[in-house]
């Protein structure tokens, strides 16, 4: 049975990093692009990063460019998002998502990892 499951998350201070982890298990997702979305508390559900499955594109909303980073180890089964200079905005449940077709259509999602920002 496929599975995404994130680690990484926790409590960090505005302007700190964290580095989120999805570790596939399975099945292979070398084909499949591979995603982050989030979702905060009272507020609907944004894809926050994507990559394709070849690695040669990325997706990042406006809100995270420059700050986060969205990377894919194909031999581990495991895609990463880093993450820079957090704003207590960035707070939300993260999802690691899996895609045969389009990344904002998700195949397969993980059970989600909290990161809070503090001020």
């Known amino acids: 049975q496929a599975q995404l499951v994130e680690s990484g998350g926790g409590l960090v201070q505005a302007g700190g990093s964290l580095r989120l982890s999805c570790a596939a298990s399975?099945?292979?997702?070398?084909?499949?692009?591979m995603g982050w979305f989030r979702q905060a508390l009272g507020k609907e559900r944004e894809i926050v990063a994507a990559?394709?499955?070849?690695?040669?594109?990325?997706y990042y909303v406006d809100s995270v460019k420059g700050r986060f980073t969205i990377s894919r180890d194909v031999a581990k089964n495991t895609v990463y998002l880093q993450m820079h200079r957090l704003k207590p905005e960035d707070t939300a449940v993260y999802y690691c998502?899996?895609?045969?077709?389009?990344?904002?259509?998700?195949?397969?999602w993980g059970q989600g990892t909290q990161v809070t920002v503090s001020s």
């Open positions: 998502t899996a895609s045969r077709g389009s990344w904002v259509h998700p195949d397969y």
């Open positions: 399975g099945r292979t997702f070398s084909m499949y692009a």
């Open positions: 990559v394709t499955w070849s690695g040669s594109t990325t």
